[in-house]
């Protein structure tokens, strides 16, 4: 018996189709020679690869902003032949761009994700999924998971504290962001009157505006200081 096998050599071949060919030789009186063709069929391997790999978690009040802006992907050819790549969201509010492209071998590019329509968010947690994938081999498939956390954007005040005259201002927002209170007498020009971060736990902030008996009207609002 004879075996054939492959060699180092096997795995620096470009895809396509490799011929050869094995000759037997009578080495005791030349009769009988023989040879046999081989053939060696490499297909095109794809190296697709996308970083980074956590999560990517969006987080704002109903109305927006939102943070941050965008996730920029960056996509890698790590394989030994040029690809074609493309990608999906599979919800309607995280929109990619660009969505499809080709890298030569080693190369780069890189994936924008962004929200869509951001000021129509109800409240609420959804998810949705990006899908990297090369075409051409049929698998191949890369996933990244994108988070999107829509908060309340509320400030309340719920009751005048007597007999001093202060004000308790509620505010219902997005836990752990910082916001400036502000109070104004005519709606027009604005103080600031407090820096405070909310509650990292359910997003709520209360304070008290020990001033607010040395003035007439007064109104209040809340201003995301990022």
Known sequence: NLTLYLNAQAHLLAAGVHLGGVRFTNLSNGNGNIHRSVSLNVGA?????????????????????????????????????????????????????????SLATGATATVTAFLNQPTS?????????????????????????????????????PAMLEPSGEVQLNLRAVPGWTYVLEASGNLSAWTAIATNVTSSVDGRLIFVDAAAGQFGPRFYRAVWAP
């Open 45 to 101: 391997t794809f190296g697709l690869e996308v970083s980074p790999e956590n999560l990517s978690r969006w987080v704002g009040h109903v109305g927006g902003p939102f943070s941050p802006t965008n996730q920029v992907y960056t996509l890698t050819n790590s394989g030994g032949t040029a690809l074609a790549w493309s990608a999906a969201s599979t919800s309607s509010w995280l929109a990619l761009s660009p969505t499809n492209g």
């Open 121 to 157: 968010f109800p409240l609420g947690t959804n998810s949705a999924e990006i899908a990297f994938f090369v075409p051409a081999s049929g698998s191949n498939l890369l996933t990244r998971l994108s988070v999107l956390e829509v908060y309340p954007f509320q400030l309340s005040v």
